[in-house]
């Protein structure tokens, strides 16, 4: 039973782009790996970008950042 947990930041991701994004990861999981979609599991979890670091500052504080 394949299992795919994906994280991205909470930036305004449509309920239906992440529609699109389980059904393509389901999709390549079953072309790829043979998998029957109906043993497949896929999450996606959002953070907000307060909770998402890189490069030691926040998301948030990135975003800000000119250029």
């Known amino acids: 039973m394949p299992f795919?947990?994906?994280?991205?930041?909470?930036?305004?991701?449509?309920?239906?782009?992440?529609?699109q994004v389980i059904?393509?990861?389901?999709e390549t999981l079953q072309r790829?790996?043979?998998?029957?979609p109906e043993w497949t599991h896929i999450v996606i979890e959002e953070v907000d970008t307060d909770n998402w670091g890189h490069a030691g500052l926040?998301?948030?504080?990135?975003?800000k950042q000119p250029g």
């Open 4 to 19: 795919v947990s994906v994280r991205i930041t909470r930036e305004g991701v449509t309920s239906e782009q992440k529609a």
């Open 23 to 26: 059904a393509e990861i389901t």
């Open 32 to 36: 790829v790996l043979g998998k029957p």
């Open 58 to 63: 926040t998301v948030t504080e990135q975003r």
